[in-house]
Every structure is written in structure tokens, then in C-alpha cells.
């Protein structure tokens, strides 16, 4: 009923740059929130960025000044614009999004869901 769709992944020198995008499809009556996590190898799932539809923002400390989260409400579209990678950075990221949407024609409900993942390698 949704579905969310990661696009932009890739491999990228340190010091370059990368723009993800993940567009949630479906019966959507309202997105509240959309994050970027990522997972890298031996470790758990972290968050990067969110935002919510209101433009509100949240980083982790290891990417403040270095990536940037937007979202395109009437497009139902986040993105997220990496600058300056690391290899440190490498890892596999997930787009999140905390969402209200039509189960049937006459009911609804508040979900999250996960995109299914794309793959950041920086490497030079």
C-alpha cells in the first residue's frame, strides 16, 4: 500500500559528493516525518537526518556541516545531500518515514515504513 523508493547510491571519493532520494508512493493522506538511517558493516542502524513536514531538522553530530535533509511535500520526496564524505561514511542507508494512509476506502492508519536500502561506498 506503500512503498518507498531509495535512488542515488553509490561509489564516491572522500571529499566528494552525493545526493540520495527516496519517494514514498501510495495512498498517502499525510507525511509527518522522513529521516535518513544508515548501517554500516558490525554496526547498528543510526540515524543520519530527519525532517519534518513542517521543515523542522535533526542531525547526527558526525554529519552536522556536511549534509543537508530537504523534503518536497508535494512530491512526497526526501532528499539528502552529502558533501565531503568520509570513508567513515560507507554504509548502507535506509530512508524512513512516519506516515497516515488509506488501509481501504474507508479507513486509515499511522504507520512507519522502511525503504529497502542503498548503498554509499567512499573510497578512493
Known amino acids: 500500500q506503500v512503498q518507498l523508493v531509495e535512488s542515488g547510491g553509490g561509489l564516491v571519493q572522500p571529499g566528494g559528493s552525493l545526493r540520495l532520494s527516496c519517494a514514498a508512493s501510495g495512498r498517502i493522506i499525510n507525511i509527518y516525518k522522513m529521516a535518513w538511517y544508515r548501517r554500516a558493516p558490525g554496526n547498528l542502524r543510526d540515524l543520519v537526518a530527519g525532517i519534518t513536514s513542517g521543515g523542522g531538522t535533526d542531525y547526527a553530530d558526525s554529519v552536522k556541516g556536511r549534509f543537508t535533509i530537504s523534503i518536497d511535500n508535494a512530491k512526497n520526496t526526501v532528499y539528502l545531500q552529502m558533501n565531503f564524505v568520509k570513508p567513515d561514511d560507507t554504509a548502507v542507508y535506509y530512508c524512513?518515514?512516519?506516515?497516515?494512509?488509506?488501509?481501504?476506502?474507508?479507513?486509515?492508519?499511522?504507520?512507519?515504513?522502511w525503504g529497502p536500502g542503498t548503498q554509499v561506498t567512499v573510497s578512493s
Open positions: 524512513n518515514a512516519d506516515l497516515f494512509y488509506y488501509t481501504t476506502n474507508t479507513s486509515a492508519r499511522r504507520e512507519n515504513y
